[in-house]
């Protein structure tokens, strides 16, 4: 591990860990270096030499310079002025004097910049080229804005891992050549770069074919890139920030809405568009865009309320969605304490039994990593789950991890994924059937797992898959050999050529088969890994020391969850793998933590986001409104175990959840109330709605919220587990996930998220079978059966279907009974 | 702006007392004061000016609203939209700066993306009612397009009495005929403004 250090920046002290970035260290504390192009998490793509310092006497670039015990940094003299301002005079050649409708005018690095260093005057020119516009879907690149800071490509590369943005030559002409001796040598060096490059698609056409995240667009420092949606809407400066949580996933990640009047004529607030604290978090393109499912024109429906509350007098159930906040969980878990209500969630059910049979392992309540270290780990194992679309931010950290650590990872998943696999050549992907869960977490225990701290048993059976084989290798060797030449040679002495025989030895490269008896691992064949699985495995294994695994919804609804979830706490408890597990919904860990859960409804039940007898809805569609988690207060628990708060960025005229546990005999004036009484014995903490901060400080520590304190729990001596059970699904599969960007009926109500529900089939499987894309199929198996079309989707690979869960329309989830893999029939009608 | 600027009471002294005779203090001298005053003709005078005029039928005011003072070409009164000279298109751009600057948050303004991928302002209001006339906005303008012009009357029976776009645009007849007139208040180009300006090399 990195030790701490004591480096001197402008004669002040600062405390960093060794091999930290200068820029780093400086922010950190507060003191200021100028970058455009730098992006903490990212690789330093030293485009725009803004950082330029002078380490003990000799010029650096702090973005890319690590600090080392006793350096001297000095941020400024007149030779680094004289270049910076020499930049930011190039940077302005050829840049449109159109600020009046730009839409980045006002948060525009470049004009900051421009401003700061008082560039006044303009020294330098090059003709231009002709820079056109692109409008590439979700996103426009102006590129006649652009400062070709490469910001876009690297953050899509290091932390989305899309890769879909490069630079591409911009032709035109050289610069002239006088400049190369007046000009200071670092702006001359940058500006020659700049000159040459603009940003193009890495596909080589002109259409966008991405997972749609808009992160480049974010990071764009000038104009090029802009959301579509937000094209010419308002500028920057009239818009009100609110802080928030992202509702739609359970990474929780930090955002604010960004508000102002809809219209001149309509004062009501409208959410513009949706920010993020891009050095530290990266949103997925339903973070980012899905921001207007809010409910809308609700006024106080008194009729609507006094029948809600006589069917809660009637009712014995209340069902909900993990759509919803702590405080709401913590008064649906009054309420039934108060008046025996039952609790109906499945899939917050199964996550919290899952947890549970873990804990009993792993002796804690909850896992103890999290995603913050899985982007500083260098080996990432990912067990369960449809990584790119349960939690994005996931996918991001495993990419992060194999980029900026240049990491490695194994990928054990049925459906192949080609976006997982195109992150980086590292990641082993494992295409197991499904229901081999088991296997692959047995494989892990295998690899990773500390022999010394494993069960005796767990070893016996693990030994069990191992046997000698073997097998014939072809081997390439050199060999020796000697051979007598015939040489004319010169004869000093008579002048005359003579011939003469000459030894020579040559190695001569031999091809010979060798039997080599080798570890046949049982485990592999049962997974169908690849046969040079070890081979590459021992490859990837090296230099690699910081290990994590993420495992996701498959396990908890899978047969034999309860074996699994004392697996998963196994390899926590007997390696050194640090653990994520993701919850499956929004605040599924907030309501499994908080509610106490039944598996059955009884005879009325009231249905909070979910359809039932009498339905409250925010989604606009029940027998009594709901706020949407925009415009509500709260707080949300995320896979980081962080309980973040979340504010209401737009008004809400109707009646809450808080206004029946009112009516009902509970008693808070406001909804956050509530937030102090969370359950301290699951972890939470006796802290005010109001204390909690939410945003990153400048050293990248997180400030939103609170951490929930990982309780230990008391295990039994128990920690065995129950071998391998063999049943694999086979046949015509179906899988329950969502496309990228889609996560619940919230998500299909956003407007710029424009994803079609189907039957999501792999081109692949398209291909070798008799369906083609808009066929109108019929999906049939025991449980239930459903119509639907078929929707071509080059982000999957392999001949499983997938069905969504983000269209109730669709009724999806009856074809399923719990685990998320079922045979089914597809018929054409 | 720090306080102690405006702590500095000391007046200059360049100011200098008026001389004037003091007023009586005395009882005696306050009696002569009345007497002195009513008993000069100056009272006359007066009634006879009215007189005189009364008799001349010379009208000395204007009778406003039939007749209007002309105003100078500064005078901040109510905006005006301008309308470019070579094509007759608004001037306005949408960049915003008006709404920014308007230090009575009176202005509003909405855009959005054209047919021809361009800015386009599709509202814009004054709210009259909270408008001080200070010429920020006309100052602030990058075209030339907000500006004041001479229609100081804006009594209404409604504060919030708005002003819209298309009530402020240049009327076309008035534009097609040639009598749009450039605003000479805050914000108008100033003479010999090319003299000040630093050129820009271009390479081409």
Do not use: Q
């Given at each position: 591990m990195s030790k701490n250090i004591t480096i001197k920046i402008d004669n002040k002290e600062v405390q960093t860990s060794e091999g930290e970035f200068i820029l780093n260290a400086a922010r950190a504390n507060d003191i200021y270096i100028p970058a455009i192009c730098y992006l903490s998490r990212c690789s330093p793509t030293l485009a725009c030499r803004l950082c330029l310092v002078e380490v003990d006497g000799k010029q650096a670039y702090a973005c890319n310079a690590k600090s080392k015990d006793g350096m001297s940094i000095t941020t400024s003299t007149q030779a680094i002025e004289q270049e910076r301002r020499a930049i930011m005079e190039v940077y302005d050649v050829n840049h449109p004097l159109e600020c009046g409708v730009c839409d980045q005018s006002g948060e525009c690095e470049l004009q900051n910049y421009t401003l700061n260093m008082g560039v006044d005057a303009q020294n330098y020119a090059v003709k231009d080229v002709a820079r056109t516009t692109h409008d590439w879907g979700h996103i426009k690149y102006n590129s006649a804005l652009c400062i070709v800071c490469e910001?876009?490509?690297?953050?899509?590369?290091?932390?989305?891992?899309?890769?879909?943005?490069?630079?591409?030559?911009?032709?035109?002409?050289?610069?002239?050549?006088?400049?190369?001796?007046?000009?200071?040598?670092?702006?001359?060096?940058?500006?020659?770069k700049l000159n040459k490059s603009l940003i193009g698609l890495t596909n080589g056409t002109d259409v966008l074919d991405c997972t749609s995240c808009g992160e480049c667009a974010s990071v764009c420092p000038v104009g090029a890139l802009v959301d579509t949606h937000f094209v010419y809407k308002s500028n920057a400066w009239e818009l009100d920030q609110v802080p928030a949580t992202c509702g739609h996933c359970s990474a929780g990640c930090q955002i604010t809405y960004d508000v102002k009047h809809t219209s001149i004529e309509n004062p009501q607030?409208?959410?513009?568009?949706?920010?993020?604290?891009?050095?530290?978090?990266?949103?997925?393109?339903?973070?980012?865009y899905g921001f207007d499912y809010e409910n809308r024109d609700v006024r106080k429906d008194e009729k609507a309320f006094a029948s809600a509350l006589s069917a809660f007098k009637k009712a014995d159930t209340i069902?909900?969605?993990?759509?919803?906040t702590n405080e709401e969980a913590y008064i649906l878990q009054t309420l039934k304490e108060k008046y025996g209500y039952k609790l109906v969630n499945n899939e917050a059910k199964s996550f919290q039994t899952f947890l549970k049979d873990y804990s009993e392992v792993s002796g804690t309540k909850l896992w103890g990593s999290d995603l913050k270290s899985t982007h500083k780990s260098n080996f990432v194992i990912s067990i369960g789950t449809a990584l790119k679309s349960d939690n994005p931010n996931a996918r991001y950290a495993l990419n992060n991890s194999m980029t900026i650590n240049k990491g490695a990872g194994l990928y054990f998943h049925p459906v192949k994924d080609p976006i997982i696999e195109g992150l980086s050549k590292n990641i082993m992907s494992v295409t197991h059937a499904p229901l081999q869960e088991e296997t692959a977490l047995y494989l892990v225990l295998d690899l990773f797992g500390d022999k010394e701290r494993l069960p005796k048993e767990v070893l016996e059976y693990l030994a069990s898959f191992h046997s000698k084989k073997t097998i014939t290798v072809e081997e390439t060797i050199k060999e020796k050999v000697v051979e007598i030449v015939k040489e004319m040679k010169l004869n000093e002495e008579t002048g005359v050529e003579e011939e003469l025989e000459v030894e020579k030895t040559k190695l001569v490269p031999r091809k010979i088969s060798k039997e080599i008896e080798v570890d046949d691992n049982a485990l592999l064949s049962l997974l169908g890994a690849d046969d040079n699985f070890m081979e590459l495995l021992e490859k990837n294994l090296k230099k690699k020391d910081t290990f994590s695994m993420i495992v996701g919804a498959d396990l908890y609804n899978h047969p034999n969850s309860k074996n699994l979830a004392r697996l998963v706490g196994l390899v926590e408890k007997c390696s050194d793998i640090a653990l994520t597990i993701i919850p499956p919904l929004t605040n599924s860990l907030g309501v499994a933590l908080v509610c106490e859960l039944d598996d059955k409804a009884g005879e009325y039940s009231i249905g909070y986001n979910t359809k039932a007898d009498f339905t409250l809805s925010a989604l606009g569609d029940g027998d009594l409104d709901m706020p949407a988690i925009n415009q509500q207060e709260g707080t949300l628990t995320s896979i980081n175990k962080r309980v973040n708060p979340t504010n209401a960025a737009l008004s809400y005229g109707g009646y809450e959840l808080n206004d029946i546990a009112n009516a009902l005999g509970m008693n808070a004036k406001n909804v956050i109330d509530y937030t102090k009484e969370l359950p301290l014995d699951a972890g939470f903490k006796p802290l005010s709605f109001d204390s909690l901060p939410n945003h990153y400080e400048n050293n990248a520590d997180e400030a939103r919220g609170y951490l929930l304190e990982n309780i230990k729990v008391q295990t039994g001596e128990d920690i065995s587990v129950e071998n391998i059970n063999d049943e694999k699904l086979e046949g015509t599969l179906i899988y329950l996930a969502n496309p990228v960007r889609q996560f619940t009926e919230f998500t299909n109500k956003a407007t710029n998220l424009d994803e079609v529900s189907g039957l999501y089939m792999s081109e692949e499987f398209l291909k070798s079978s008799e369906f083609s894309q808009g066929d109108s199929v019929e999906v049939e198996n025991q449980n239930s059966k459903l119509k639907t079309t078929i929707i071509s989707d080059n982000k999957i690979a392999g001949n499983i279907a997938i069905l969504p869960t983000f269209d109730s329309k669709l009724n999806s989830e009856a074809m399923f009974s719990g685990y998320r893999f079922a045979r089914a029939s597809i018929k054409k009608v | 702006m720090k306080n102690e600027e405006f702590n500095n009471r000391e007046i200059s002294n360049e100011y200098f007392l008026v001389d004037i005779t003091d007023y009586p203090t005395d009882s005696w001298g306050k009696i002569k004061r009345v007497i002195k005053r009513s008993f000069r003709v100056e009272l006359f005078v007066g009634l006879g000016v009215v007189l005189r005029e009364l008799v001349w039928f010379k009208k000395h005011t204007v009778s406003y609203p039939e007749e209007k003072m002309p105003i100078g070409p500064r005078y901040r009164a109510v905006h005006e939209m301008k309308r470019l000279l070579e094509s007759d298109i608004e001037r306005c751009i949408g960049c915003g700066l008006c709404e920014k600057i308007c230090i009575s948050n009176c202005i509003k303004i909405d855009t959005k993306i054209d047919e021809n991928s361009r800015k386009e302002v599709t509202d814009y209001t004054i709210n009259l009612g909270r408008c001080i006339f200070c010429g920020y906005c006309a100052e602030v303008c990058p075209e030339l397009a907000i500006t004041h012009g001479g229609r100081y009357e804006n009594a209404s029976d409604q504060r919030e009495h708005y002003v819209d776009l298309n009530y402020m645009l240049t009327p076309l007849d008035v534009m097609r005929s040639g009598s749009q007139k450039e605003f000479e208040g805050f914000g108008a180009i100033t003479p010999h403004e090319d003299e000040r300006v630093k050129k820009t090399p271009l390479a081409y």
């Open positions: 910001r876009c490509s690297t953050v899509c590369k290091d932390m989305i891992g899309d890769n879909s943005l490069k630079t591409i030559p911009r032709g035109g002409d050289a610069l002239d050549a006088e400049y190369k001796k007046e000009m200071p040598k670092d702006a001359y060096a940058m500006w020659n607030n409208k959410i513009y568009r949706v920010m993020n604290e891009w050095n530290y978090v990266s949103l997925c393109g339903a973070g980012r069902k909900f969605t993990s759509s919803i | -």
